[in-house]
């Protein structure tokens, strides 16, 4: 495979930030610049992404954060995937008459976890003041942030919907009623005094460190900020993919009784590194799973074009199988996860890939675990008119089908965002925020910020290991990456945006860099590619058997042979698919950091 490098492997001693903004990029250096450490910048960082990237993630999102601590050698997770409220039960859906959760409006939001899981960082492992953490967001949130190309493209997906359903939305994100222009300004005066106010209360609460980050904490889970989410969910009602307008689940002691927390990471040994992940409550063990696989197969098979890809993907189709068979919050579901990692398990697996592509589903069988999918019923899943038009877009026989998905996904898939930070002490931080996007619900007004939708995730089966419970975490999409290097320290922080795809990009990427030895800043400008073969993991769920997009600059010959033996290719632009940044500490002790082209506004940075 031919080597592109569109930018340098940066490289320098004092600290690296890479994340899918430059703004934030930058705030998580300023941080270390003002003598704070990974989990500081990590956290400034966080919070700038949900006013820079408002189309990706909010403030009343979820975040799942991976991070290494140097001195004690030690990786580890804090959940920042909150849980059903106690008010969602199967029972209440099937009620409304529908099999499948909406994925907008109020119905499917999870108790927010994003600010409690940043504080919980900030307060155990950070170092700088509150106030110092917060001061670029709220700076940005006043003064505006550059509108890019992507954000446009998803308020102009949006506009018609904002105007007639969520007016709030249409306050903040339109000018003068229409989609502002790539490079104006765009300000959120709102968010920008919610978090004032936070700060200021947290201040007035305790003048010491700790004491003013549990302040700020409670005010989220008590205070003036819960109290504005419960009686928007209890007095407002808004329209969603059910085709009526709904209220919100929420309720105060949902918002009082969920906090943040620590969980060790889960892990497996791979060609002398060692990949930390979340546990089955995220999608984060299908990669430990393709590893184990990639590993049984032997490395040879990687090193030609055809064989690279074709290899990825018949792997994937096998975790992923795995994935919607087994995994759920494993505080409510056995999951076999011990099997799922071993080797044995991946020995009588590995060999299901062949020379061609295999199109059928075919989830391991474990005794005693697991559920059987309908396979068949996702793939004939379709957007019909009625659900069209309840989702706003109207007849669809005016557009084109795949305009019509693209507009769907805006719509309720949104994307994710991700911040990585590495510092001079060795500490590293992966986070990958999401949830509470513009796209998702309507803005609450007095906080400039809406819900998010995470329950979508959760199926109205109870015997399905990711059914419906109150306080059950949904199994979700985001999934951050540590690596352990071969001398037992961290190595490398990375992730990337994509839902179902998180996972695969983040395989191909180390693969093409711990086994084929492609630096970092190689393996994100190489060729990306992505399986649609599962259900997806968001609402209407669909699964596409064998469909395989790959970007372009795949040589003509590796296309047409990935088409012969059975693919469903398709094609798209150059430099169209995956977002990945990372940070990395190098053998001689220097900091590292690399961060994909694709978008624009993927940014690595350092010194």
């Known amino acids: 495979m031919t080597n592109f490098l569109t930018r340098p492997d940066l490289s320098g001693h004092f600290g690296m930030a890479g994340s899918t903004h430059w703004l934030a990029s930058q705030t998580a250096m300023r941080m270390l610049e003002l003598g704070g450490n990974a989990f500081d910048g990590a956290v400034a960082a966080g919070f700038v992404l949900q006013v820079a990237e408002p189309h990706l993630n909010g403030p009343l999102g979820e975040v799942p954060i991976m991070f290494y601590e140097a001195e004690a050698n030690k990786t580890q997770v804090i959940c920042g995937q909150a849980t059903a409220p106690k008010r969602a039960t199967i029972e209440f859906f099937r009620d409304l008459g529908v099999d499948q959760i909406p994925g907008t409006g109020l119905l499917a939001s999870a108790i927010p976890g994003a600010f409690d899981a940043w504080m919980l960082l900030l307060r155990d492992k950070g170092s700088l003041p509150l106030q110092t953490i917060m001061e670029p967001a709220i700076d940005y949130a006043e003064h505006g942030v550059p509108v890019v190309s992507r954000m446009a493209r998803a308020i102009g997906a949006m506009r018609d919907w904002f105007k007639a359903e969520w007016p709030e939305n249409a306050n903040i994100y339109l000018v003068n009623g229409d989609v502002p222009d790539v490079g104006s300004l765009l300000c959120n005066p709102a968010l920008a005094a919610t978090w004032r106010r936070t700060l200021q209360e947290a201040q007035t609460a305790s003048s010491d460190r700790i004491g003013q980050i549990d302040a700020a904490r409670e005010t989220w889970k008590t205070g003036f900020v819960a109290q504005q989410i419960v009686e928007f969910c209890e007095t407002n009602e808004f329209a969603d993919v059910t085709g009526r307008k709904n209220r919100g689940l929420l309720r105060a002691e949902d918002l009082a009784g969920w906090s943040a927390s620590y969980e060790a990471s889960v892990s497996v040994d791979f060609n002398g590194y060692r990949v930390h992940k979340c546990g089955p409550w995220s999608q984060g063990p299908v990669l430990l799973q393709g590893l184990r696989l990639i590993e049984e197969l032997g490395f040879d098979r990687l090193r030609s074009e055809t064989g690279f890809y074709h290899t990825l993907t018949e792997v994937m189709k096998l975790t992923y199988a795995d994935r919607e068979t087994y995994y759920g919050d494993p505080d409510f579901v056995q999951v076999p996860l011990e099997t799922l990692l071993d080797r044995d398990y991946a020995r009588t697996r590995a060999p299901l890939v062949g020379a061609k592509a295999e199109n059928s589903w075919r989830p391991g069988k474990i005794a005693g675990f697991g559920h059987p999918v309908d396979y068949q019923a996702a793939c004939s899943i379709s957007l019909d008119a009625d659900t069209l038009a309840a989702l706003g877009i109207g007849e669809p026989t005016v557009a084109k089908h795949e305009d ?183 053998r001689n002790g220097t900091v590292g950091a690399a961060a994909s082209p694709r978008d624009q506004q993927v940014y690595a940075v350092g010194r």
């Open 404 to 586: 019509l998905q693209e507009q769907v996904k805006t719509m309720i898939e949104g994307d994710t965002c991700h911040i990585n930070v590495a510092d001079r002490w060795g500490n590293m931080v992966a986070a990958t925020p999401s949830g509470g996007w513009m796209e998702s619900s309507p803005v609450i007004p007095e906080l400039g910020f809406c819900l998010g939708t995470r329950l979508q995730m959760m199926r109205l089966d109870p015997s399905a290991p990711d059914a419906l419970l109150p306080g059950k975490r949904p199994r979700t999409t985001l999934t951050p990456t540590i690596v352990e290097g071969r001398d037992g320290r961290g190595y490398m922080a990375c992730g990337t945006p994509g839902g179902d795809k998180q996972d695969q990009w983040q395989l191909a990427f180390l693969v093409r860099h711990l086994v084929l030895g492609m630096s970092p800043q190689e393996a994100i400008d190489a060729p990306s590619f992505y399986s649609s073969h599962w259900p997806d993991s968001f609402f209407p769920r669909q699964a596409f058997p064998g469909k395989l997009t790959i970007e372009s600059r795949v040589s003509d010959a590796s296309l047409q042979k990935l088409r012969d033996i059975g693919h469903d290719l398709h094609e798209d632009g150059p430099w169209s698919v995956g977002y990945l940044s990372a940070s990395f500490r190098n």
